[in-house]
């Protein structure tokens, strides 16, 4: 078996990013900075905060590449499936060392492609306070930079026809940060560098998300 069987859509993952730029810009009000900083080309590992569940569908919309992300298995129910499959998009299982999201999130970056993931886990403060070593895992082990984005203005209101999402037509600041390497260079994967390449990130992304927080007046 190769990478390209247990890959997800690359031509899916870039109709998604249309169904999220027609949606996001549809209904809410994205401002968008420093895209520029993602890699125009080559693997990336986008490191993304995570207060609402709207983050991940506002970033596939905003983010200038298509993007693969992990999400949690519980998402992918009835219809759902068979679409979050069809546009490039993994199935994880949190409980569990999931060895084909692994395998697939892997083979994303071997073919030069953008994996998206919420570090954190799961939905939380979307302050990056308590990370999981499986972003440093992916980072060290591709050799993939990672960017920061911060999504901001998601979790702060709620719609009052809809009050699972932030009011229509709402702003919503999606930032994105300088790339860098999680590793220290020497492609070590003990449990000593993931642990000092996962402490690394955390700076790294905490740093953005207060940077990102000032800038926007968040």
Do not use: C
Request: charged share 20%; glycine share 14%; no cysteine.
């Amino acid at each position: 078996m190769t990478t390209s069987d247990v890959a997800p859509s690359e031509a899916g993952a870039a109709v998604g990013r249309r169904i999220g730029i027609g949606l996001m810009y549809g209904l809410w009000r994205p401002r968008v900075l420093g895209a520029w900083r993602v890699p125009s080309a080559g693997p990336v590992i986008l490191a993304v905060n995570h207060a609402h569940g709207l983050d991940g569908p506002m970033l596939m919309g905003t983010a200038p590449r298509p993007v693969h992300f992990l999400i949690k298995k519980e998402a992918f129910i009835g219809p759902l499936d068979p679409f979050l499959r069809g546009i490039g998009q993994l199935k994880v299982d949190r409980a569990t060392t999931d060895r084909k999201a692994i395998t697939g999130a892997l083979a994303v970056l071997e073919h030069g492609g953008v994996l998206g993931i919420f570090p954190e886990g799961t939905r939380g403060e979307g302050d990056f306070a308590s990370l999981r070593a499986g972003l440093a895992y992916f980072a060290v082990r591709s050799g993939a930079p990672v960017v920061p984005v911060a999504v901001l203005g998601s979790a702060d209101r709620h719609s009052r026809l809809a009050p699972a999402v932030p009011p229509l037509r709402s702003r919503v600041d999606v930032v994105f940060g300088d790339a860098f390497e999680a590793g220290d260079g020497s492609g070590r994967r003990t449990r000593k560098a993931l642990d000092e390449a996962t402490e690394r990130i955390q700076g790294r992304l905490t740093a953005h998300l207060e940077n990102a927080r000032r800038l926007t007046g968040r």
